[in-house]
């Protein structure tokens, strides 16, 4: 059988010497691309694997990057930017660990603790919110990723509610005067600042507010809302906001049931882009939020700091509006309705 392979095997192959090969594995030192990609080429083709346990007793440096995320509650976003997170990780030859913590203030506090005090972790990514000012086993390096709360409800503005807009004056282009929205729960930060940016753009653009009704992230909630929505209001032409695509689909049924066809009659918006969302019908027009793209982006400014690197630029948008059925033509402008996803 032959012997494993060693970093001085890998310094030969690569051209470089062993000190290069540890600056590599480690992620520290000024090394370049080309280096770089020489060093972990001739490590693929050695099947090279570094001891990390002695490694990390000779360096201070384990390889591993810890993940702190809650469990999900009503949003899975949390979990797909850290999901997101750790294949950007692996792929810079870190060994990730998902944490998912409770979103009780002491059993969260208890595990944030052991993580934070484990001295396991070179660095800690955290999608909820930390308190490490008094903390006095703070890890060597935190990234503070905002875009939830302890509740896994969006806060970020990169994340943020600014579509809505977007969404409402599309379709006041098509003629559209007559609105209405359907909020999600209002002890979310999220859903109030959907149900703010609407009543902003109503006022704004000089449209007719007929009414916020407030669902909670409820379907069946939703359903009971459009049919006891006043018998005697024209909801001929009516354009429905709706929190997000559950209550976006609900109306449609509800809708249907008072005899008004979307979007021959009326049009609906939704919010979140669920996997079906492109596939029932009529397809729904809604807003994707790139939550993977989100974590990929926190995981490279983690492993910059880790690596005394240059942090990445912003990732800006982090939200599109897709255009389909629901809302008939597509407005003047927009992009046209996806074929697929």
Known sequence: MPRPATSKDVARLAGVSQTTVSYVLRGTGRISPQTRRRVEEACETLHYRPNLAAQSMRTGRTGRLAI??????ISPGGLLSAAAAATVAVAERYAPEIRVVAVEPELRAESVHDVLGSGSFEGILSFIPLDLEHDPTRARVVVMSEAFDDQMRVTDERIGAQPVRRLMSGLAARGHRRFLHLAGDLEYLS????RDAYLAAVAELGLTDLGVHECGWSGE????????IGPDLDLEGVAVVAANDILASAAIRGLLERGVRVPDHAVVTGWDDMPT???????????????????????????ARVRDEPEPADPGE?????????????PEGAPHPPTSG
């Open 68 to 73: 702190l995320t809650a469990t999900p509650g």
């Open 191 to 194: 859903a109030r600042k959907r």
């Open 277 to 303: 969302s492109a596939f029932q019908v009529p397809a729904l027009t809604t807003v994707g939020v790139d939550f993977a793209a989100f974590g990929a982006w926190a995981m490279r400014t983690l492993i």
């Open 318 to 330: 982090l939200q599109r509006i897709h255009w389909r059925e629901s809302t008939g033509d597509v």
């Open 221 to 228: 909630r939703t359903l009971e809302v459009v049919r006891s």
